[in-house]
């Protein structure tokens, strides 16, 4: 019996027209923490709508090494009306007009290859179109403007470590193979973040004398992969952390992550301020007692303004998620490790 499941949330269905209704839902539909990274959203939009069978499995290889680009997931709904082909036959496609002998096989052709073609073309044609007319804007203006040509070099170059699994134990029992990994997790979501590394009284002053010290301790904190506990996408708008208490990530919205973010920053700032004040050199340097509790002013300031004006919160959050989204190649290797020492525990 034909089956579909989705794999961006794992409902099932043994009818495609549930699975469409399902994906063309105004707010896709929550991706799971152990199926996030196996797949893009618009990979997964389409194995959803293939029959979950093992007999589809070379479509499945071929769905997961191309790149959709992200179109299905913005264009969903359009996806879906044209699964079904001409009103006047069903069986021919809705772009190119291609016949086929089996429904299957028409689906198939849509979700694979002819939509993205067909989406492609027209973008193409659109920025075709597009620079003729800026062509043509200055040909006619030439003679009383200049040229300018703006160079955007601003590439993300990633250049993390990757962090690799040491096998430490490899060990035959009656001709079987048990590999345990040497997987290092991070600190649970819930927990306060190690600041072991700002161990020194100029460096703990440095966070101090920012302007921004929230920030400035977030950037900081998030050197340490200890810290590595949260993988947010702030293209997909999603967020996972990480909680020891079952050793697994769970689903957040960005604004608790931020929450719960910013009262284990106000914790580390007061604390940071403290050893600093009762540092024992401190009868050489007096003044750092007067200049830390100014300081605590301001944090405390700062975290109220956080919690009570809606302007600076949002504020907050927007940066946050830039900050975080920009460590998340480093947290998503932390991520797929685990996640990975979990399948082979599993077995």
Known sequence: MTSYKCKICNFKTLSLSDMKRH????????????MYFENSIDQNIILSLLPD?????????????KDYKDLYQSRRRLLMRRLLGHEDDKKCCSYCNKKFSKIQELREHVLIDCFLEEILEKNNNS??????????????NIDNSQIINNIDNSH??????????????????????????????????????DISDIDTVSKKLEILCSDVLYTKLLKKILENKNNLNVVY??????????KNDNEK???MDINDIVDTSMKKLHE????????????????????????????????????????????VKKNVVNLFSEILHDKKNESKEIFENINNNEKIQDK
């Open 156 to 193: 993300n170059i990633d250049n993390s470590q990757k962090i690799t699994n040491n096998i430490t134990n490899i060990t035959n029992i009656d001709n079987s193979t048990n590999i345990i990994l040497n997987i290092k997790t991070p600190i649970s979501f819930d927990k306060s973040w």
């Open 249 to 251: 990530y769970i689903d």
């Open 268 to 311: 580390n700032l007061l604390e940071i301020s403290s050893d600093v004040k009762n540092h024992k050199d401190n009868n050489n340097h007096p003044e750092y007692a007067l200049y830390c509790n100014e300081k605590e002013i301001k944090i405390n300031n700062k975290f109220t303004d956080f919690q009570d004006k809606f302007s």
């Open 23 to 34: 994906l063309e839902k105004t707010t896709i539909c929550k991706m799971k923490p152990n």
């Open 127 to 140: 920025i075709s179109d597009n620079t003729k007319n800026n062509i043509s804007s200055i040909i006619n």
């Open 53 to 65: 069978d093992e007999r589809f499995k070379d479509l499945f290889i071929k769905v997961k090494s």
């Open 233 to 242: 996408d702030k293209k997909n708008n999603v967020g996972f952390v990480y």
